[in-house]
T-cell receptor, first 113, second 116 residues
Framework: AQSVAQPEDQVNVAEGNPLTVKCTYS??????LFWYVQYPNRGLQFLLK??????LVKGSYGFEAEFNKSQTSFHLKKPSALVSDSALYFC???????????FGPGTRLSVLP | EAGVVQSPRYKIIEKKQPVAFWCNPI?????LYWYRQNLGQGPELLIR????????DSQLPKDRFSAERLKGVDSTLKIQPAELGDSAVYLC??????????????FGEGSRLTVL
């Protein structure tokens, strides 16, 4: 069965500093990996995805993520954090065509001014 | 392009009462999902439709939950009777699946249910 872990419940970073939100996954086949962001009282918004190809994926709002197959990780990164990046971030995995998306428990990012 | 539309946004009911949530997916999206999100947790799948067919309802508590997707477009999720533990946000999402292309999910704003 597929699963996703986000080892940090909370990440705090100062504005202007780089940020990393960690994600590891477990699938038996090839993973399709996704990052979503959720602001208070809102639905989830798509940030980026890895399907195949270059391990470094660039997405919305300056975010990027690096797929590492040997470490089964897909960490979300941003070179310079903004206060407006403060939100809940979810990593998700999908295994093969026709399978469901499985979401991690979420990481709350707080960017301090 | 209009996004996924859900209603109502908020619903407060007493336990044992029925409740229904409605979802209109993005036009042309053939796959529709209902997720439940408890406070501070990630979304958990309840049911997935491909067109009008429920292809995965293994996580749907069928004794009290039901869903339908008429004509493969709009969908309704119903709870009857509601229990205290059903308090959560119910999220609808849609995607376009074409062959092996894994389209990302597009979510609605969610319907927040409070059962008293």
């Amino acid at each position: 069965a597929q699963s996703v872990a986000q080892p940090e419940d909370q990440v705090n970073v100062a504005e202007g500093n780089p940020l990393t939100v960690k994600c590891t996954y477990s699938v038996s086949g090839n993973p399709y990996l996704f990052w979503y962001v959720q602001y208070p009282n809102r639905g989830l918004q798509f940030l980026l995805k890895y399907i195949t190809g270059d391990n470094l994926v660039k997405g919305s709002y300056g975010f990027e993520a690096e797929f590492n197959k040997s470490q089964t990780s897909f960490h979300l990164k941003k070179p310079s954090a903004l206060v407006s990046d403060s939100a809940l971030y979810f990593c998700a995995v999908r295994e093969n065509y026709g399978q469901n998306f499985v979401f991690g428990p979420g990481t709350r990012l707080s960017v301090l001014p | 392009e209009a996004g996924v539309v859900q209603s109502p946004r908020y619903k407060i009911i007493e336990k044992k009462q029925p409740v229904a949530f409605w979802c209109n997916p993005i036009s042309g999206h053939n796959t529709l999902y209902w997720y439940r999100q408890n406070l501070g947790q990630g979304p958990e799948l309840l049911i997935r439709y491909e067109n009008e067919e429920a292809v995965d309802d293994s996580q749907l508590p069928k004794d009290r939950f039901s869903a339908e997707r008429l004509k493969g477009v709009d969908s309704t999720l119903k709870i009857q009777p509601a229990e205290l533990g059903d308090s959560a946000v119910y999220l609808c999402a849609s995607s376009l699946q074409q062959g092996l292309n894994t389209g990302e999910l597009f979510f609605g704003e969610g319907s927040r249910l409070t059962v008293l």
